[in-house]
T-cell receptor, first 116, second 115 residues
Framework: GAVVSQHPSWVICKSGTSVKIECRSL??????MFWYRQFPKQSLMLMAT?????????EQGVEKDKFLINHASLTLSTLTVTSAHPEDSSFYIC????????????FGPGTRLTVL | GDSVTQMEGPVTLSEEAFLTINCTYT??????LFWYVQYPGEGLQLLLK?????DKGSNKGFEATYRKETTSFHLEKGSVQVSDSAVYFC??????????????FGKGTKLSVIP
């Protein structure tokens, strides 16, 4: 149980295009999902907290107009990188917090984005 | 605010060596504590956790004991294998408002085990 999937696993796109990444909780409902960005030296940066049915809460320094988050259902959150540039190339990881619990976060396998 | 300080790597060990990765934290109250593992090219997986002081979490031969007096949660394994090569993250949850709980991560420690 408690499986989180991400799609796509990897994506290559041209500079200036937009890319959508999906995060799904497969066997549980998640009121809250989180989006992280992992840099080459492995540190994880929390980008935003996504709450079902409401606006995402972005961490300081994260551009909300560039990284659009939608959490339209209890099992799906999407991150759209708009007008992507090479500096947006990174490993994006989502996690989901099962509804009715706290502390627990289950992570997706990550999405490798490369912007040419 | 909450913070996690984790031993910096990389750490390279021979197979069957003893492993310790240090983790200390600062937090309000007595949160749960977690160790996550990330294998190459994958997302994070929960390795073990402890929910209160003096609890010992264990999984796959790894152990960590929640020490309130030293605010530590060091990860140990008696005999590492090549398959343990991964990045290990210490983490603690904290209430971030609006009913959500964020995880504060250490910077991660990369472990490489050589045959």
């Amino acid at each position: 149980g408690a499986v989180v999937s991400q799609h796509p696993s990897w994506v290559i796109c041209k500079s200036g295009t937009s890319v959508k990444i999906e995060c799904r909780s497969l066997d549980f409902q998640a009121t809250t999902m989180f989006w992280y960005r992992q840099f080459p030296k492995q540190s994880l940066m929390l980008m935003a907290t996504s709450n079902e049915g409401s606006k995402a809460t972005y961490e300081q320094g994260v551009e909300k107009d560039k990284f659009l988050i939608n959490h339209a259902s209890l099992t799906l959150s999407t991150l759209t990188v708009t007008s992507a540039h090479p500096e947006d190339s990174s490993f994006y990881i989502c996690s989901a917090n099962p509804s009715g619990t706290y502390n627990e976060q289950f992570f997706g396998p990550g999405t490798r984005l490369t912007v040419l | 605010g909450d913070s996690v300080t984790q031993m910096e790597g990389p750490v390279t060990l021979s197979e069957e060596a003893f492993l310790t990765i240090n983790c200390t934290y600062t937090a309000t109250g007595y949160p749960s504590l977690f160790w996550y593992v990330q294998y190459p090219g994958e997302g994070l997986q929960l390795l073990l956790k402890a929910t209160k002081a003096d609890d010992k979490g264990s999984n796959k031969g790894f152990e960590a004991t929640y020490r309130k007096e030293t605010t530590s949660f060091h990860l140990e394994k008696g005999s590492v294998q090549v398959s343990d090569s991964a990045v290990y993250f210490c983490a603690l949850p904290g209430y971030s408002g609006a009913g959500s709980y964020q995880l504060t991560f250490g910077k991660g420690t990369k472990l490489s085990v050589i045959p």
